[in-house]
T-cell receptor, first 113, second 116 residues
Framework: AQSVTQLGSHVSVSEGALVLLRCNYS??????LFWYVQYPNQGLQLLLK??????LVKGINGFEAEFKKSETSFHLTKPSAHMSDAAEYFC???????????FGQGTRLTINP | DTEVTQTPKHLVMGMTNKKSLKCEQH?????MYWYKQKAKKPPELMFV???????INESVPSRFSPECPNSSLLNLHLHALQPEDSALYLC???????????????FGEGSRLTVL
């Protein structure tokens, strides 16, 4: 069965520093991959998605992610953190033709002034 | 602004009450979902409707009853809930996966349910 692992339940960076949130998937066939962000007491907002068109995917709010098949990874990065980036981030995967979206456990991002 | 609208935003109910959560989307999506999210956890899939038919039920207790009256609306009827059912209930919609289409989910803001 498909699974998604997010390394680090909590990541803390300084404002202006690089943000790196890690995500690995388990599948012999690369799935569709997504990063979602959830602010407190809100729903999930799609940041970006990988659907095999390009390995480097750019998303909203300055985030991007790189798909690496050899490492079965889809890490999320942002060059310079803003205070407004503080939120919970979920990596998710879906197999081709499947309806079920499999989520990782989430990473809480804290930004220090 | 989200294009998936959920009402009510907050709901408090007793264990003997009957209530409903409502979800509406106008993006022309033909798949709609109910997820349950507990604090500090990822969303857990409950139900999926595809073309107005129930396609996935993740062994959800019968005290939760979904309904899809048409392609834009999704309801979740609640009856005889337990305090442990208190959670954020998220509705989502997508195009059913087809070919190379990624079928990403668009989520509503959620309904915060408290069962006393």
């Amino acid at each position: 069965a498909q699974s998604v692992t997010q390394l680090g339940s909590h990541v803390s960076v300084s404002e202006g520093a690089l943000v790196l949130l890690r995500c690995n998937y388990s599948s012999s066939v690369p799935p569709y991959l997504f990063w979602y962000v959830q602010y407190p007491n809100q729903g999930l907002q799609l940041l970006l998605k990988y659907t095999s068109a390009a390995t480097l995917v750019k998303g909203i709010n300055g985030f991007e992610a790189e798909f690496k098949k050899s490492e079965t990874s889809f890490h999320l990065t942002k060059p310079s953190a803003h205070m407004s980036d503080a939120a919970e981030y979920f990596c998710a995967a879906k197999q081709t033709g499947a309806q079920k979206l499999v989520f990782g456990q989430g990473t809480r991002l804290t930004i220090n002034p | 602004d989200t294009e998936v609208t959920q009402t009510p935003k907050h709901l408090v109910m007793g264990m003997t009450n009957k209530k409903s959560l409502k979800c509406e989307q106008h993006m022309g999506h033909r798949a709609m979902y109910w997820y349950k999210q507990k604090a500090k956890k990822p969303p857990e899939l409950m139900f999926v409707y595809s073309y107005e038919k129930l396609s996935i039920n993740e062994s959800v207790p019968s005290r939760f009853s979904p309904e899809c009256p048409n392609s834009s609306l999704l309801n979740l009827h609640l009856h005889a809930l337990q305090p442990e059912d208190s959670a954020l209930y998220l509705c989502a919609s997508s195009q059913p996966p087809r070919g190379l289409a990624g079928g990403e989910l668009f989520f509503g803001e959620g309904s915060r349910l408290t069962v006393l």
